[in-house]
């Protein structure tokens, strides 16, 4: 098992900061940023890059009183031991890698507005359009905390405001872990001042409806009122052309048809692909028109392809499936081999096992604390544990833990750190270790 990854050398700090890509929820009130790589800022040079991230690490600097524990928690989020980052309304929570193998949880606690308060501010905002164009630029001048300010709203975090929490046994607040998640969050602030206004209660998506609506509604006041324009209501403009009625609805067939036969024409994509993608895209319309439901809501491009070459037959690849395979590497931007990788993810556990073989993540206490006594009892060399995984000591073996609360076994040639899954999942994890070699 590989050791945690460093990541690459730091270097320069950009002059316009890109953040981490983030995984929003599906109501807008969620959003997971990856972990960043290890960077390195200059003696005296502040963290944060905007006005606005420097206030929140203001607000952490004057919360503390040990400058000793801030440098600490400085050096360890420009080394990269900041986890991945989950921001919801009002709370921040992340794992923090320190000095021990399993890494601590911390999370940040921030009073959100009430609907009143959200009322007086976007009231505020929306009747300085300038303010509104800023955050669509994901700016926030200062001018719009002001407003918010004057409105009675403090947009910006004061020491008093944040309440963090740390599973690790230092009890001094804020400790050093606390201080690197507050450090990470200023560089997420820095990219995207929606990330505060989301620990103040509201998300994006919500939020700019609101003000788009409000701004409308604004410049309705101010406008002049137009005058009255005649006009014909759609339904009689219709009837005066004698507009047939539409015919009612072919019925639904039983089941999807068959697609057409595809030319093999000069310069053509592989006609064999296009007939499965075909059929597939025929199947799935008819589940739709039957069930009112799209069976493929929410996949990405990645997952699709994958469960479109994870449905060919598994006896060997027929000139149909290796077509098939090119064509969805193609429109993927992968190659066949990680296709055919991501594919035995598919059929080990689905979506969860796609997910399990290409995201590491941080599990709480429980299963995945109790595995490695359990394999122990079943008298199994100690295993090592890194993030949700655990590897034999020979190399050759891991288990991984998913979020669905089943172990996954995996396989690679001793020192080729080429990992493929093998056998079923299962919550016991002898169960799915023995399942690798089929018992």
Known sequence: MSPRPAGPRAGARPAAPQGPRARPGPDGL??????????ATAP??????????????DALESLSLDDARLARGRAYADGG??????????????????????????????????????????????????????????????????????????????ADDLDPACTCPDREVPCKHVAALCYQTARLLDSDPFVLLLLRGRGERELLDELALRNAEH?????PAAPATPGVPAREALAERYLPPL??????????????????LPGARDPLALDQLATDAAARAHAVLTTGRDPLAGFTRWQDAVRLAAARPTAG?????????????????????????????????GAGGLEVLEEPWDPPAGPFDRARPALAAAGLPRFQ??????????????????????????????GAEDWWPRGEPDPDPVTALRAVHGG
Not at 128 to 136: K, T, V, Y
């Open 219 to 223: 410049a309705a006041r101010e406008r």
């Open 385 to 414: 544990p890194w993030r949700n995984r655990l590897g034999h000591p020979a190399g050759t073996l891991q288990l991984r833990f998913g979020r669905d609360g089943r172990w996954y076994g995996y396989e690679s040639d001793a």
């Open 81 to 158: 031991h900041v986890a991945a980052i989950t921001v919801t309304p009002g709370r921040v929570v992340a794992y923090v890698h320190g000095s021990r193998a399993r890494p601590y949880r911390v999370e940040l606690r921030l009073r959100t507005f009430t609907e009143s308060g959200w009322d007086t501010l976007l009231d505020a905002v929306s009747a300085r359009p300038g303010h509104f164009s800023a955050l669509l630029a994901k700016e926030m001048p200062h001018a719009l905390a002001d407003t918010a300010e004057a409105a009675g709203v403090r947009l910006l975090p004061a």
């Open 317 to 349: 690849l027929t000139a149909t499936t290796r077509a098939l395979y090119r064509e969805l590497a193609y429109a993927t931007g992968r190659d066949t081999t990680e296709l055919a990788r991501a594919v035995a993810a598919w059929r080990q556990g």
């Open 247 to 264: 015919p009612p609805p072919l019925p639904v067939e039983p089941y999807p048809g068959r697609p057409p036969s595809y030319p093999d």
């Open 30 to 39: 969620r959003r997971t940023f990856d972990a960043v790589p290890a960077r």
């Open 44 to 57: 005296g040079e502040p963290f944060a890059a905007s006005w606005w991230g420097r206030a929140w690490t």
